[in-house]
């Protein structure tokens, strides 16, 4: 630390690296790190907010590397200009930003990761490329899987843990109505991110087709969802807007489940207006009410002209999943599909939650 001055009730630093960082007197006594106001062991704050008073700086010290404060409460707080130095407020938020690199059709064939299963699970180092291009893409691959449950499942497992859902945790699914849902049949389901109906959808879908024998079809379709936003928005501002502020009911009913969810299609971060979510299943929604025709009309239009995005074959990927290549996609932004089929064509995976695939990048210090 170069200079340390207050005016009024806020403490200015002046860091080595020209940085010059402005904290308000409230937050560097809630960011005491003493033993008595924090955990170390367990990252916790040891203090209730309501128990950290409201004090003035009585004086302070500082040296290159540290920053001594009395407070007038009596308190006296030490701060590292390391710690400090992380909450430039552009730098702390840039850390936290996720970069997704957009995509139409097959741009991305030879830029997605496709990494052998021996590496994957080799290492934590071993699977970054893996979560890298789930970070930028939202789809990766996985080869020379073993084409069976366990095979896939370690796989499963490695990208963050089992999801458990109204499916089951690792599913195995083919033209068998073991759940009431088009995905257990041969019918096309054009392209839709899955669970628009669980109040979170899954992070991530995993699909392994570790058979497909005695037919054809049955091709993978998949679209970056957030690439198909943007385009709405540019060309259609007022329907982007719509699908980012009204709620679409969504559904899955079979024996002994009713699950049901409304949140808008298309969901972004109010302050930096970046894209976070596309909630995009045609099949999947309710029955709604509207409560006047320009809403029910305004709905039409605008989820009809986003669902010309996701249908246009200049912006699908479609290619055939093989046995022993396992499938990721990122299920809160690319949406997938298939083409009908014949034959015997039996699929196997499992979700991974969100929290759980961003908790192994984070580890892996790819996200902030
Ligand atoms: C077979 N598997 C469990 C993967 C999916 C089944 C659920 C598909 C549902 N229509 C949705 O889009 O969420
Ligand atoms: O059968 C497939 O390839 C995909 C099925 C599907 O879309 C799903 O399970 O959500």
């Not at 830029?111 to 299963?117: E, I, P, S």
């Not at 628009?196 to 079809?217: D, M, P, R, V, W």
């Not at 930096?272 to 305004?298: K, P």
Request: with cysteine; aromatic share 12%.
């Amino acid at each position: 630390m170069e200079k340390v001055y207050t005016i009024e009730r806020v403490v200015e630093i002046k860091f080595e690296d020209g940085n010059l960082i402005s904290f308000e007197d409230c937050w560097l006594r809630d960011h005491c790190r003493c033993s008595t106001c924090y955990h170390a062991d367990t990252y916790q704050r040891s203090q209730h907010i309501l128990d950290i008073p409201d004090a003035r700086v009585k004086s302070f010290s500082f040296s290159k590397t540290q920053l001594n404060i009395i407070w007038d409460c009596g308190h006296n707080s030490l701060y590292s200009a390391e710690f400090l130095l992380q909450f430039d407020y552009k730098k702390w938020s840039d850390k936290r930003r996720l970069r997704p690199q957009l995509w139409r059709g097959t741009e991305v064939t030879d830029k997605v990761a496709r990494l052998n299963v021996k590496q994957f699970l080799s290492s934590a180092e071993g699977a970054k490329p893996v979560f890298q291009s789930l970070l930028d893409y939202g789809v990766a691959f996985i080869e020379d899987v073993s084409p069976n449950l366990m095979g896939t499942e370690e796989v499963c497992q490695a990208l963050g843990g089992v999801q458990r859902t109204v499916f089951g945790g690792m599913w195995q699914f083919t033209t068998k109505p073991d759940h009431a849902d088009t995905a257990y049949t041969n019918l096309p389901l054009a392209v839709h991110n899955d669970n628009t109906y669980f109040t979170e959808a899954a992070g991530l879908q995993i699909l392994h087709c570790i058979e497909h024998t005695g037919g054809s079809g049955g091709k993978t379709v998949l679209v970056d969802g957030f690439y198909g936003a943007t385009e709405l928005r540019k060309n259609c501002p007022e329907d982007y807007e719509f699908l980012t502020t009204f709620d679409v009911e969504a559904e899955y009913i079979e024996e002994g489940h009713h699950h049901s969810y409304s949140a808008p299609i298309i969901r972004i971060n109010r302050s930096t207006q970046e894209l976070t979510q596309i909630r995009y299943n045609v099949y999947d929604r309710s029955a709604m009410a509207f409560a006047d025709g320009g809403l029910c009309r305004s709905y039409y239009r605008s989820l009809r002209n986003l669902a010309r995005y996701y249908q246009d074959p200049a912006n699908q990927w479609q290619f055939k999943l093989k046995p022993g290549t396992v499938m990721v996609i990122d299920n809160f932004r690319v949406l997938h599909g298939r083409t009908s089929f014949t034959g015997t064509r039996v699929l196997c995976g499992s979700y991974v939650t969100r929290s759980d695939w961003l908790d192994r990048a984070r580890t892996l210090k790819l996200i902030g």
